[in-house]
């Protein structure tokens, strides 16, 4: 039962700022590749870039985010269980370890109420090198996600 409580107490901790920005779904993309022709932009595109960025700035509010690194975390598990920072290090350790070593193996992690770890297949893509504008071929691959629960969404938006 300690070890159930210690488990939930570490995820809970750990990954409610990563969670909160995959809430959020905060990550920037780019709408064109660079090239030698697009760091060239004429006066008038200049401007209009400019305003864009100044319209998205009005309507999005920066959200600041306060990084929480490990010896910080496992201070706060230690303190919130009332166990030594040594024990909560080993806990958290053991956690991370064990959902990285099932997503390695293709499973899935499902923790109700926090969120989903898993897999995702990432089609191979044609990219550019932004120094010298040369096309490249980014093969396919494997990537790790988690993916928020509707719990965790509704926390972090309170």
Do not use: C, W, Y
């Not at 064109?32 to 006066?43: C, D, E, F, K, Y």
């Not at 309507?59 to 920072?85: G, H, M, R, Y």
């Not at 990537?143 to 972090?156: D, H, M, W």
């Amino acid at each position: 039962m300690k070890l159930s409580l210690v488990i939930l107490a570490i995820l809970a901790l750990f990954f409610t700022n990563h969670a909160e920005a995959f809430a959020r779904g905060t990550a920037t993309t780019r709408s064109q590749p660079l090239s030698a022709t697009s760091t060239q932009l004429s006066a008038a595109a200049k401007k209009k870039t400019a305003k864009k960025k100044a319209a998205s700035k009005k309507s999005t509010a920066a959200l600041e985010v306060e990084p929480l690194k490990k010896p910080e975390l496992v201070a706060q598990i230690a303190e919130t269980l009332d166990i030594t920072k040594v024990a909560a290090d080993a806990a958290l350790t053991a956690v991370i370890d064990t959902i990285a070593d099932n997503i390695v193996d293709k499973k899935k992690v499902s923790l109700p109420g926090f969120g989903t770890f898993q897999l995702k297949q990432r089609a191979a893509r044609k990219g550019r090198n932004p120094q010298t504008g040369e096309e490249l071929d980014i093969a396919a691959s494997l990537s790790p996600t988690f993916t928020a629960a509707k719990g965790l969404k509704e926390r972090a938006n309170e």
